[in-house]
């Protein structure tokens, strides 16, 4: 932490937790404990037919097939308990 009381977050970290310049953050005290990450996505549930769907306030860019396919091998392992 600089004098100014900002924090930088490590590179290894930031990647990880999918960190990326201007992606906004929730700090937060739990049990004495610091807990930083990104801010969940504002929506709103609206029906679509039979469906419900999650709708965001704010425009998001589409998802690229490479981030979707390494969220399923995240998760896979995990799960693994890799």
Do not use: C, F, N
């Not at 990104?38 to 690229?64: F, N, Q, S, T, W």
């Not at 490479?66 to 995240?74: N, P």
């Amino acid at each position: 932490m600089d004098s100014a009381g900002r924090l930088v977050i490590p590179k290894e970290v930031r990647q990880q937790a999918q960190i990326k310049p201007g992606t906004p953050l929730e700090v937060r005290l739990r049990e004495g404990h610091i807990e930083i990450e990104p801010a969940p996505l504002d929506i709103a549930i609206r029906r679509r037919g039979r469906l419900l769907v999650a709708v965001p306030h704010e425009a998001v860019p589409p998802l690229k097939s490479e981030t979707v396919e390494e969220t399923r091998r995240r998760v896979r392992r995990e799960r693994a308990g890799e």
